[in-house]
């Protein structure tokens, strides 16, 4: 793993060692703000709590005595990509890594709100984790916050599981052991992991985690307005060739990768070895499910001229989607999904 920060453990997959569409739990990228908390398990409960009927407590082993379900989703740090941004920004400076499909096994939100009860003006569900911190940068509150993020009470209901199994094993510590949330068809933020409270509001959260940071400008017909980053955008990666590699001249070489989005599937990816000048279709993998991301592969015919030589994949989906070109200025350092250049040689 390739040590972005050494604590918080803040680590990326080297995406170039891609070789299935599940990722072994100790290739899967860590992105933690705050250390790992301790907890104790022995008196360790997830609080539900706020707009709802009956409020209540479950341990462990309610949780684990719980119907569970077994789903594979994909999860995308939004910063995932940020060393691409020109000029430089501020953030971790991820590669292509920070990025994993993994099978989870929990319990359904839904399910534990359903027995709690909401209320009828309930509008969200805040996830909070048990690790907390202070922020150093300004604008900032003051003192220690936990990590929170908020989902739409819709999604909570439907969309939400609750976590204590990745890949068929506990999570380990730094995954979120004992339970973290995961969202499927949303970046990595949303995955509140050491969750330790539920809390249903009949206000929009506004969140450190939700506002200030994992926030970008939408443009509508009302103007320009910060929101709360919430689904993958559609986007092809490439795994091999990795950046800067050498490839050899006059040779057949397989140009592979991934490629995801959100409430939709890959339909195309395409690949150009002329810095977008002109594309070739890539063949799909054949292994999907829902907000799960598709492996594709292409043959190069790599040139004889030697040189210098630019990369690029585009994915599509099944709503029309197409990969921008151009970076989105108002996504500020998240949401990286424009077409990146892979620089390598050809020698
Ligand atoms: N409690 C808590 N949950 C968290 C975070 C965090 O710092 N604290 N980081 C989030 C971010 S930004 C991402 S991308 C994912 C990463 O999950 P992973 O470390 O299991 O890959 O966890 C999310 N959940
Ligand atoms: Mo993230």
């Known amino acids: 793993m390739i040590i972005r920060e050494k604590e918080p453990a803040n680590l990326e997959m080297p995406f170039r060692e891609l070789d299935g569409w599940i990722t072994p739990n100790e290739k899967f990228y860590i ?24 409020p209540f ?9 719980m119907p569970s379900t077994t789903l594979p989703a994909t999860l995308e740090c939004a910063g ?7 000029p430089k920004v501020k953030g971790t400076q991820w590669e292509l890594g920070a990025v994993g499909n993994a099978e989870w096994t929990g319990v359904s939100l839904g399910e534990i709100l359903r027995q709690a009860g909401v209320k009828q003006n309930a509008l969200e569900v805040v996830l909070e984790g048990a690790d907390s911190g202070a922020i150093s940068e300004s604008p900032k509150p003051a003192g220690k916050i936990h990590y929170a993020r908020s989902v739409p009470l819709g999604t909570a209901l439907d969309g939400v599981l609750l976590a204590l199994e990745m890949n068929g094993a506990p999570l380990t510590p ?23 409270r539920l809390i249903v509001t009949d206000q929009p959260y506004n969140g450190y985690y939700q506002t200030v940071d994992y926030a970008f400008w939408q443009r509508d017909a009302t103007g320009v307005a910060l929101v709360p980053i919430t689904q993958l955008q559609v986007k092809a990666s490439i795994a091999r ?34 810095d977008g000048a002109t594309w070739s ?17 292409w043959d190069w015919q790599t040139p004889a ?8 994949a585009r994915a599509t989906d099944s709503r029309g989607r197409i990969q921008a070109m151009e970076r989105d200025p108002d996504r500020g ?4 999904n424009h077409c990146l250049p892979i620089e390598i040689e050809v020698r």
């Open 80 to 86: 995932n990509g940020r060393v691409f941004l020109v």
């Open 281 to 297: 279709e890539a063949s799909l993998g054949k292994q999907t499910a829902p907000n799960c991301w598709q492996l594709w592969e």
């Open 333 to 336: 350092t998240y949401e990286i």
């Open 241 to 274: 060739p990795g950046m800067n590699e050498v490839v050899a001249a006059n040779s057949t070489y397989k140009v592979s990768g991934a490629a995801w989005t959100s409430e939709a599937e890959i339909t195309r990816v395409e690949v150009s070895a002329d």
């Open 305 to 312: 001229r030697t040189g210098h030589y630019i990369l690029k």
């Open 31 to 54: 992105r933690a703000h705050f250390p790992v908390p301790k907890i104790d398990l022995a008196s360790w409960r997830l609080k539900v709590e706020g707009a709802v009927k009956s």
């Open 174 to 196: 730094s995954h979120g052991f004992p339970l973290r949330a995961i969202v499927p068809g949303w970046f990595g933020m949303a995955a509140v992991k050491w969750l330790q």
């Open 57 to 65: 407590r479950l341990s462990l082993d309610d949780l684990r005595a």
